[in-house]
């Protein structure tokens, strides 16, 4: 019974890390990417992306050394005084980056451009654990405090009897990429009604579904 408990657990939010990370880093820079050239905000998105489920690659090293998958919440990788650490050493080092790189690549890769991807990369990484503390239990201010703090852990816990496809997570992952795909459809792609009904359509049934499965759970 605790394998299957462990197994479920860790699928709560794994799909909308990725979507969540680009929706936070798109609202919370939306002006500084505005500014930027449509190609240097392609390579934000994709950084957005990356960086929202990088803090889970240490399910590899959890793998790697036979450890259950489960631990990998008490892994530095998912502190978030080690992305805050990374990103101020980003910061201090943009600046001096962008000096020594020739003219043809600082004309696409500025100290702007530099400033905003690493603004991204905390973004994306709290981002994670964010989505994270919501189904599950993180020490986000370790090393101050060990104690794990979960938002809304025994709501968003898998039923082993309605199963993880009608759970509350599952619904609010499904929100998340619903909203991506509005968010980066509105950026990128041409106006077409009928997309933009549907999409707009997907993503107010998987709000209404939100509740819903709360009362199947």
Same mark, same amino acid.
């Given at each position: ?32 990417? $505005? ?20 803090? @889970?690659? @240490? ?8 450890? +259950?998958?489960?631990?990998?919440? @008490? ?27 020739? $003219?043809? %690549? ?16 905390? %973004? ?7 989505? @994270? ?34 759970? +509350? ?49």
């Amino acid at each position: 019974m605790y394998n299957i408990e462990v197994n479920l657990h860790i699928k709560n939010m794994l799909l909308a890390h990725a979507p969540f990370s680009y929706i936070a880093n798109e609202v919370i820079q939306q002006k500084k990417i $505005k500014k930027l050239k449509p190609t240097e905000q392609i390579i934000i998105v994709i950084c957005s992306l990356i960086f929202g489920i990088l803090p @889970d690659f @240490d399910l590899f090293f959890a793998v790697i050394q036979n450890l +259950p998958s489960s631990i990998h919440h @008490d892994f530095l990788t998912h502190y978030p005084i080690t992305y805050i650490l990374i990103w101020i050493l980003l910061r201090i080092i943009s600046k001096p980056i962008s000096r020594i790189l020739n $003219k043809k %690549i600082s004309a696409h890769i500025t100290c702007e451009m530099l400033e905003i991807l690493a603004n991204t990369f905390l %973004i994306g990484t709290i981002s994670h654990l964010i989505a @994270d503390m919501i189904a599950n239990d993180i020490a986000i201010f370790y090393p101050i405090s060990t104690y794990k703090f979960g938002i809304l852990k025994h709501i968003f816990k898998t039923n082993l009897f309605a199963g993880y496809m009608v759970s +509350p997570a599952f619904m609010l992952e499904l929100t998340f990429i619903s909203l991506f795909l509005s968010m980066s459809y509105k950026k990128f792609c041409q106006n077409n009604t009928y997309i933009k009904i549907f999409l707009q359509a997907i993503f107010i049934l998987t709000v209404i579904l939100i509740p819903l499965s709360c009362y199947i759970s």
